[in-house]
C-alpha cells in the first residue's frame, strides 16, 4: 500500500507499507513474512528553494524488529553558491550486532556536507564529515556502507568553463583528501590527491596522483556468513585489521 501527496504550503508526504513471503533462505530468515513501513515527510523552505524532512522505517520478521528515525535538511543560500546538506539518525534493534561482534540496541550516525562554489571566480570546494557509532544499523531497509567510523574528507580546486582554445573547452584541477578512522582510532585511510579534466568539444580526458599513508583495513577479514547463533564466538567473525603499507597512485582516464 502507498499513500503520497503535497499540501499548497509546501508539506510533502509519502508511506509505503509492504509484506513479503520470504520462501528462501536469506541469512536466518526461512518461510516467514518480512513487514515493511517507510514514512517521508518534509517541508519546503526558502519559497521551495531548500527543505528539512523526517524519515522513518519500520522492518519486522519472525527473528527482529528494527526501527530507524532521521531528521535531514538541505539548504542552499546566496544564490545557491552555498550547498549544506546535514542527516542525524537514531537505530533501534532487538537484534543488532556490529562489525565486531559487540551487541548494541540503539545507534546514532550524523552526515555533514558542504559545497561553495562561487558563481564569481573559477574556486570551489567541499567537506563532507561522518560519524556512525557501532550500533548503527540501517540496512534492513535502507543502506550503510559501515558503521564504526569517523570520516573527514574534502578538497577545492579550480574550473575553467568556456575556454576558448580549440580544440578544449574546459577544464578542472582538484585537490582532495581524506581522512578515516574507526572509533578505536584506528587509521582506515589517510589520504591526499591532485588531479586535472580537460574536456574537448567531443570528449574528455584526466588524470590524478594519490598519495597513500599507511592505513588499516579492519574488515577486510569480516565474514559475513557467521550468523548469530552460530557456535563461533561474534567476534571471530571479524579477523585481526590488516595494515596496508604507504604507497602512490598514478591514473589516466579517457
Do not use: C
Not at 536469506?26 to 513474512?33: K, L, M
Not at 578538497?155 to 582538484?174: A, C, K, M, Q, Y
Amino acid at each position: 500500500g502507498k499513500i503520497s501527496g503535497k499540501t499548497k504550503k509546501g508539506l510533502s508526504f509519502g508511506v509505503i507499507s509492504a509484506v513479503t513471503n520470504d520462501d528462501y533462505s536469506s541469512w536466518i530468515e526461512v518461510n516467514s513474512n518480512s513487514h515493511f513501513l517507510v514514512s517521508r515527510v518534509t517541508q519546503d523552505l526558502f519559497e521551495g528553494n531548500s527543505y528539512i524532512g523526517f524519515l522513518s522505517t519500520i522492518y519486522n520478521d519472525n527473528t527482529e524488529t528494527d526501527y530507524v528515525n532521521s531528521i535531514d535538511m538541505l539548504s542552499y543560500f546566496w544564490n545557491n553558491q552555498l550547498i549544506i546538506d546535514w542527516q542525524i539518525i537514531n537505530s533501534q534493534s532487538d537484534h543488532s550486532v556490529d562489525y565486531n561482534g559487540i551487541e548494541g540496541k540503539s545507534g546514532n550516525g550524523l552526515s555533514l556536507e558542504m559545497n561553495y562554489n562561487p558563481t564569481t571566480s573559477r574556486f570551489y570546494s567541499s567537506i563532507d564529515i561522518e560519524y556512525f557509532d557501532r550500533a548503527l544499523n540501517i540496512n534492513d531497509v535502507g543502506f550503510l556502507y559501515r558503521n564504526n567510523l569517523k570520516k573527514v574528507q574534502g578538497g577545492v580546486g579550480f574550473h575553467w568553463p568556456g575556454l576558448d582554445l580549440f580544440p578544449i573547452s574546459e577544464g578542472r584541477v582538484d585537490l582532495n583528501f581524506n581522512r578515516m578512522s574507526n572509533l578505536d582510532n584506528l587509521v582506515l585511510n589517510n589520504s591526499m590527491g591532485l588531479s586535472g579534466t580537460v574536456t574537448f568539444d567531443n570528449l574528455w580526458l584526466g588524470g590524478g596522483f594519490n598519495y597513500l599513508d599507511e592505513h588499516n583495513d579492519d574488515l577486510l577479514l569480516y565474514d559475513y556468513y557467521i550468523k548469530d547463533g552460530d557456535p563461533i564466538d561474534k567476534a571471530n567473525r571479524l579477523g585481526p585489521p590488516i595494515m596496508i603499507p604507504k604507497g602512490t597512485e598514478i591514473n589516466a582516464y579517457f
